[in-house]
Protein backbone atom coordinates (compact mmCIF):
# COMPACT_ATOMS: atom_id res chain seq x y z
CA UNK A 1 0.00 0.00 0.00
CA UNK A 2 1.05 3.52 -0.95
CA UNK A 3 -0.10 6.60 1.03
CA UNK A 4 0.44 9.72 -0.45
CA UNK A 5 1.36 11.22 2.91
CA UNK A 6 3.83 10.07 5.97
CA UNK A 7 0.79 8.89 8.33
CA UNK A 8 0.28 5.38 9.96
CA UNK A 9 -1.88 3.27 8.60
CA UNK A 10 -3.77 3.22 12.02
CA UNK A 11 -4.56 6.82 10.43
CA UNK A 12 -5.95 6.47 7.66
CA UNK A 13 -9.20 6.83 7.54
CA UNK A 14 -12.90 6.51 5.77
CA UNK A 15 -12.64 6.30 1.81
CA UNK A 16 -15.62 3.88 1.64
CA UNK A 17 -18.55 5.90 0.03
CA UNK A 18 -21.19 7.30 2.21
CA UNK A 19 -23.40 5.21 1.49
CA UNK A 20 -21.97 2.20 2.90
CA UNK A 21 -21.87 4.36 6.12
CA UNK A 22 -25.31 4.87 5.90
CA UNK A 23 -26.30 1.27 5.11
CA UNK A 24 -24.05 -0.04 8.24
CA UNK A 25 -26.07 1.97 10.25
CA UNK A 26 -29.17 1.38 8.68
CA UNK A 27 -31.93 -1.06 10.69
CA UNK A 28 -34.39 -2.32 8.61
CA UNK A 29 -38.21 -2.13 9.73
CA UNK A 30 -39.27 -4.89 8.58
CA UNK A 31 -36.73 -6.93 10.17
CA UNK A 32 -35.10 -5.38 13.11
CA UNK A 33 -32.68 -8.51 13.33
CA UNK A 34 -31.65 -7.82 9.69
CA UNK A 35 -28.20 -7.96 8.64
CA UNK A 36 -26.41 -4.54 8.38
CA UNK A 37 -23.91 -4.96 5.81
CA UNK A 38 -26.68 -6.74 3.46
CA UNK A 39 -29.64 -4.49 3.87
CA UNK A 40 -30.57 -1.98 1.39
CA UNK A 41 -32.46 0.98 2.76
CA UNK A 42 -35.33 1.89 0.41
CA UNK A 43 -35.10 5.78 0.68
CA UNK A 44 -32.70 7.93 2.40
CA UNK A 45 -35.18 8.96 4.90
CA UNK A 46 -35.15 5.40 5.89
CA UNK A 47 -31.25 5.67 7.22
CA UNK A 48 -30.25 6.30 11.41
CA UNK A 49 -27.72 8.60 11.76
CA UNK A 50 -28.56 8.83 15.52
CA UNK A 51 -28.99 11.53 17.32
CA UNK A 52 -28.16 15.02 15.18
CA UNK A 53 -29.81 17.96 14.11
CA UNK A 54 -32.07 17.80 11.25
CA UNK A 55 -29.41 20.46 9.24
CA UNK A 56 -26.56 18.22 10.28
CA UNK A 57 -28.78 14.76 8.40
CA UNK A 58 -29.50 16.88 5.74
CA UNK A 59 -25.73 18.14 5.08
CA UNK A 60 -24.90 14.24 5.53
CA UNK A 61 -27.47 12.99 2.85
CA UNK A 62 -26.35 15.42 0.45
CA UNK A 63 -23.08 14.17 0.62
CA UNK A 64 -22.22 12.77 -3.28
CA UNK A 65 -21.29 9.40 -3.48
CA UNK A 66 -19.21 10.18 -6.47
CA UNK A 67 -17.74 12.53 -8.57
CA UNK A 68 -16.27 15.00 -5.89
CA UNK A 69 -14.24 17.67 -6.86
CA UNK A 70 -10.99 15.99 -5.53
CA UNK A 71 -11.79 13.03 -7.50
CA UNK A 72 -12.90 14.85 -10.67
CA UNK A 73 -9.68 16.92 -10.03
CA UNK A 74 -7.40 13.66 -9.85
CA UNK A 75 -9.06 11.97 -13.01
CA UNK A 76 -8.79 15.52 -14.77
CA UNK A 77 -4.87 14.82 -13.57
CA UNK A 78 -5.00 10.96 -14.78
CA UNK A 79 -6.13 12.09 -18.56
CA UNK A 80 -3.65 15.10 -18.66
CA UNK A 81 -0.68 12.25 -17.73
CA UNK A 82 -2.10 10.71 -20.51
CA UNK A 83 -3.61 7.36 -18.35
CA UNK A 84 -7.08 6.42 -19.69
CA UNK A 85 -9.40 3.21 -19.23
CA UNK A 86 -9.65 2.80 -15.42
CA UNK A 87 -13.15 2.57 -13.80
CA UNK A 88 -14.57 4.89 -11.22
CA UNK A 89 -16.13 3.83 -7.82
CA UNK A 90 -15.58 0.84 -8.32
CA UNK A 91 -17.85 -2.28 -6.74
CA UNK A 92 -16.06 -5.17 -7.56
CA UNK A 93 -12.74 -4.29 -5.49
CA UNK A 94 -13.50 -4.06 -1.30
CA UNK A 95 -13.87 -0.08 -0.30
CA UNK A 96 -14.61 0.68 -3.61
CA UNK A 97 -11.81 2.59 -5.01
CA UNK A 98 -12.15 5.82 -6.49
CA UNK A 99 -10.06 5.06 -9.70
CA UNK A 100 -9.31 1.06 -10.66
CA UNK A 101 -7.46 -0.01 -13.05
CA UNK A 102 -8.54 -3.46 -12.70
CA UNK A 103 -6.20 -5.04 -14.95
CA UNK A 104 -2.80 -3.82 -13.42
CA UNK A 105 -4.76 -4.41 -9.93
CA UNK A 106 -4.22 -0.69 -8.40
CA UNK A 107 -6.49 1.55 -6.94
CA UNK A 108 -6.59 4.88 -5.98
CA UNK A 109 -8.52 6.47 -2.91
CA UNK A 110 -9.00 10.24 -2.28
CA UNK A 111 -9.94 10.75 1.45
CA UNK A 112 -11.56 14.04 2.08
CA UNK A 113 -9.61 15.32 5.38
CA UNK A 114 -12.89 15.89 7.34
CA UNK A 115 -14.25 12.69 7.14
CA UNK A 116 -11.73 10.98 6.58
CA UNK A 117 -9.71 12.46 8.98
CA UNK A 118 -6.81 13.62 7.64
CA UNK A 119 -4.01 13.71 10.02
CA UNK A 120 -2.30 16.47 8.72
CA UNK A 121 -5.12 19.20 8.77
CA UNK A 122 -6.39 18.41 12.20
CA UNK A 123 -9.54 18.64 11.36
CA UNK A 124 -11.64 19.29 14.71
CA UNK A 125 -14.86 16.91 16.12
CA UNK A 126 -18.40 18.74 15.98
CA UNK A 127 -18.88 20.27 19.12
CA UNK A 128 -22.50 18.81 19.20
CA UNK A 129 -22.58 15.00 19.80
CA UNK A 130 -18.88 14.53 20.18
CA UNK A 131 -19.77 11.05 21.55
CA UNK A 132 -21.93 10.00 17.95
CA UNK A 133 -19.31 11.61 15.86
CA UNK A 134 -16.00 10.13 17.51
CA UNK A 135 -17.38 6.77 17.74
CA UNK A 136 -18.24 7.46 14.01
CA UNK A 137 -14.68 8.49 12.88
CA UNK A 138 -13.72 5.16 14.69
CA UNK A 139 -15.57 2.77 12.65
CA UNK A 140 -14.91 4.95 9.40
CA UNK A 141 -10.79 3.64 10.53
CA UNK A 142 -11.65 0.46 11.04
CA UNK A 143 -14.00 -0.35 8.01
CA UNK A 144 -11.00 1.69 5.56
CA UNK A 145 -7.64 0.07 7.13
CA UNK A 146 -10.01 -3.57 6.81
CA UNK A 147 -10.72 -2.45 3.08
CA UNK A 148 -6.79 -2.01 2.55
CA UNK A 149 -6.29 -4.96 4.15
CA UNK A 150 -8.61 -7.14 1.79
CA UNK A 151 -7.41 -4.97 -1.38
CA UNK A 152 -3.74 -6.04 -0.24
CA UNK A 153 -4.54 -9.88 0.37
CA UNK A 154 -5.66 -9.69 -3.24
CA UNK A 155 -2.82 -8.88 -4.54
CA UNK A 156 -3.67 -4.94 -5.54
CA UNK A 157 -1.61 -1.84 -5.05
CA UNK A 158 -3.41 0.86 -3.19
CA UNK A 159 -2.83 4.92 -3.11
CA UNK A 160 -4.62 6.89 -0.43
CA UNK A 161 -4.52 10.34 -1.26
CA UNK A 162 -5.88 13.44 0.99
CA UNK A 163 -7.92 16.18 0.11
CA UNK A 164 -5.54 18.69 0.34
CA UNK A 165 -3.39 17.40 -1.74
CA UNK A 166 -4.85 17.78 -4.82
CA UNK A 167 -5.22 21.59 -4.09
CA UNK A 168 -3.13 23.74 -6.21
CA UNK A 169 -0.33 24.73 -4.03
CA UNK A 170 0.39 20.84 -3.74
CA UNK A 171 -0.73 19.71 -7.20
CA UNK A 172 3.02 19.40 -8.43
CA UNK A 173 4.01 17.02 -5.84
CA UNK A 174 0.47 15.02 -5.58
CA UNK A 175 1.21 14.67 -10.16
CA UNK A 176 4.58 13.14 -9.27
CA UNK A 177 3.21 10.86 -6.12
CA UNK A 178 0.39 9.59 -9.08
CA UNK A 179 2.87 9.19 -12.25
CA UNK A 180 5.04 7.27 -10.41
CA UNK A 181 1.86 4.83 -8.78
CA UNK A 182 0.51 4.44 -12.38
CA UNK A 183 3.19 4.38 -14.45
CA UNK A 184 3.75 1.45 -16.82
CA UNK A 185 7.58 0.04 -16.82
CA UNK A 186 8.41 1.58 -20.06
CA UNK A 187 7.16 5.28 -18.55
CA UNK A 188 9.86 7.75 -17.48
CA UNK A 189 10.11 7.56 -13.74
CA UNK A 190 9.14 11.54 -13.84
CA UNK A 191 6.25 12.79 -15.19
CA UNK A 192 6.62 14.53 -18.93
CA UNK A 193 6.95 18.39 -18.25
CA UNK A 194 3.55 20.14 -19.62
Not at 21 to 26: D, E, K, L, Q, T
Not at 49 to 68: C, E, I, L, P, Y
Not at 154 to 169: A, D, I, R, S, T
Request: aromatic share 10%; glycine share 4%; proline share 9%.
Amino acid sequence: MLVASPVPVAALACFAPLQSIMVAMYASEDNPQSDFATSKPASKERYNFGVVSTATRKSMQSNKRRDTKPEVKLRQLLRRMGYTGYRTDWAKAPGRPDVAFPGRKLAIFVMGCFWHRCPQCHMAVPKKNVDYWEAKFARNIERDQQNLRDLEAMGWKVLVLWEHQLKPKQLPETERIVWRFVRRPHDPLDPPDR
